[in-house]
């Protein structure tokens, strides 16, 4: 579904990423894994659209999507939920989810935006007690959902995620993750990135390592679990 060849990106005379490489397939779960300052982000921003690639292509579909500016990746059906959640704190959960659908109505389709709506408040009711709530108030697990949410609202099929467990208390990373489980049982294709090995590993079906800049190992989350490598410098074992 996501095929990410040989790229390579970064900032300015920096190059961050070196022929980096990933394929995920409709309807799998997967992870990119890797300490501070990996690329992890910077992974996720190029094939979101938020930063455009030196060389290599990023095919969606079928499509090379790694030139389009970031609102039309969103329409084609990719959407990310940004590292810190960045919701619009000022205005309501409501609000944040209305944005969410923005590329979404246009043409409008107010049919299938209110059964968006619904999925995401099946998916988390705490954000249907909230609707009113100023975003901005919420906790950071609330926000984080509304973030999901919010990208949800778009329609995407693929779901990618920067640091979704960042600031979180386990137990609501746990929660962060079994809504993304959930999801993928829904029919979302999904990619997380992730500092947090141990958690997106358990949920995940395919693993990446990214270590300054490259891809350093990929392959079964239950096998990366188990590597030698990965134990020990992102497992803590
Ligand atoms: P973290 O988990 O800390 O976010 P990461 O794996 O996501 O780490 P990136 O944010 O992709 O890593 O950063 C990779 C490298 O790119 C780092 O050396 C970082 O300093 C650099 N970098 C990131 N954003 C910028 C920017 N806007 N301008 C210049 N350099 C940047």
């Not at 979404?104 to 107010?110: D, I, Q, S, V």
């Not at 746990?174 to 999801?183: D, N, P, R, S």
């Amino acid at each position: 579904m996501l095929e990410i060849n040989g790229l390579c990106a970064g900032y300015g005379a920096s190059d961050v990423l070196h022929n980096v490489s990933i394929a995920v397939e409709r309807g799998s779960f997967h992870a990119l894994i890797g300490a501070n300052g990996a690329g992890k982000s910077t992974t996720m921003k190029a094939l979101s659209g938020l930063l455009r690639p030196v060389r290599g292509s990023i095919t969606f579909e079928g499509e090379d999507i790694s030139r389009l500016p970031a609102a039309r990746v969103v329409s084609r059906g990719l959407a990310l939920v940004p590292e810190g959640r960045r919701v619009f704190g000022p205005m309501s959960v409501s609000e944040n989810l209305q944005m969410g659908a923005f590329t979404a109505l246009f043409p409008r389709r107010k049919g299938d935006l209110s059964e968006r709506l619904e999925f995401v408040l099946a998916t988390f009711p705490r954000l249907k007690e909230r609707l009113q709530q100023i975003a901005g108030t919420l906790s950071g697990g609330e926000q984080q959902m509304l973030a999901i949410g919010r990208a949800l609202m778009s329609g995407p099929r693929f779901l990618a995620l920067d640091e979704p467990s960042m600031g979180l208390a386990p137990v609501i990373v746990e929660q962060v993750f079994a809504a993304l489980k959930q999801l993928q049982r829904d029919g979302l294709t999904i990619l997380v990135s992730e500092q947090n090995a141990s958690i997106t590993l358990a949920h995940a079906d395919f693993g990446h390592v990214m270590e300054s800049g490259v891809i350093a190992l990929s392959g079964q989350a239950s096998a990366l679990r188990d590597d030698d490598r990965v134990r020990e410098a992102y497992l803590g074992m």
